[in-house]
């Protein structure tokens, strides 16, 4: 398979001077090697090294968690890639325990990975991450404005609030300051707090904050737990603000929360969206990541029982990532599949 260049992925004209500033990375995973081709557990299929993977997902109370830990455990019962589902800090987290070799394989927000591989917003300060690869966006995670507060019915309506829009320098307060900043507002117009989801959740139940942040696969725990005990609302997001925050961020996708996600919440929700991706340190084996991705999308239809974000998951969809290559093994597996990836 051809190798494209850097350039070729991010498309913003990354010198070959940048290139030498990209940090590199520690990992605790064995080196790339060839294909496996034995029987996997329960029928005929690629197997893993038995290797063991850390895989960082995200906090107890988010998607990350619930459906990485499930994606995990299918991974050793079913193809014996020995991945063990841990809580994450976030994107920016995520990324950074890749490079210290704390983790092997990761979820991260298709921004944020972004962000990461061109050393840009919150990665500026610390420089170009280019010890990690993507392996496959599975679902988008929608940006949800989540409100106890019936008033609150625009963006608009945030001003002079207080409002949770994540943890310090995370994915998710990138987001929020994205949305205010196309509605003419900042972070000075509103009265911010920097939580996770859980927290954030908890301090709408109690009446601390009048507005949240919270960016992940709806329906999403924190969300759904709040609904359960206080009427929650979500705030829609115009389509020509939408237009405009998309030419600024093309990262970004239109997204619709549809009616009835949440208790309460009955009509249609328009939002924006990124990609919910996993990726891995460039020192996980071939063997294991081909795996991985052979039983992830083989017949995801199937174990929608275990987690419904495996109804959103498409062989289209895991091979969508431009900004950053793919694992060798994750493109190995795409191109047996007719998708042709950027490859590390």
Do not use: W
């Not at 409100?147 to 987001?175: H, M, P, Q, R, W």
């Not at 829609?236 to 997204?255: G, I, M, N």
């Not at 208790?263 to 924006?272: L, S």
């Amino acid at each position: 398979m051809a190798r494209l260049t850097r350039r070729n992925f991010i498309g913003l004209g990354v010198t070959a001077a940048a290139t030498v500033a990209l940090t590199g990375c520690g990992g605790s995973g064995p080196a790339a090697s060839s294909a496996a081709t034995s029987a996997a557990a329960g029928g005929a299929g690629p197997m893993g090294t038995g290797q063991a993977l850390e895989f960082k997902t995200g906090g107890e109370s988010g998607t990350y968690y619930a459906f990485g830990s499930v994606i995990a455990q299918h991974a050793v019962n079913t193809v014996g890639v020995n991945l063990n589902a841990v809580v994450g800090n976030g994107s920016q987290a995520n990324v950074q325990d890749l490079q210290d070799g704390i983790s092997d394989v990761a979820f991260c927000q298709s921004d944020v990975e972004a962000y990461a591989f061109e050393g840009t917003n919150i990665f500026a300060d610390t420089g170009a991450v280019n010890c990690f690869s993507t392996v496959a966006c599975l679902y988008d995670e929608q940006v949800q404005i989540v409100t106890c507060d019936e008033n609150i019915k625009t963006v608009e309506d945030l001003k002079g609030k207080n409002v949770s829009i994540g943890a310090s320098g995370s994915g998710v307060y990138f987001n929020a300051i994205d949305i205010l900043g196309v509605y003419g507002l900042s972070e000075a117009d509103i009265n911010p707090t920097y939580q996770s989801f859980g927290d954030s959740a908890n301090d709408l139940k109690d009446g601390k904050i009048d507005a949240a942040f919270i960016v992940a696969g709806a329906p999403t725990t924190a969300i759904t737990d709040l609904s359960t005990s206080k009427q929650a609302y979500l705030v829609s997001l115009d389509s020509a603000h939408v237009d405009q925050l998309l030419a600024a961020s093309p990262y970004y996708s239109k997204a619709t929360i549809p009616g009835g996600t949440y208790a309460g919440v009955d009509e249609d929700v328009t939002t924006v969206a990124v990609g919910a991706v996993i990726i891995a340190n460039d020192t996980v084996s071939e063997d294991d990541i081909y795996a991985l991705c052979f039983d992830i999308f083989e017949d995801p239809a199937a174990l929608v029982e275990n987690h419904a974000k495996y109804g959103e998951v498409s062989i289209d969809k895991g091979a969508s990532i431009t900004a950053v290559p793919y694992h060798p093994g994750a493109a190995k597996y795409f191109e047996e599949k007719g998708k042709s990836v950027a490859v590390k």
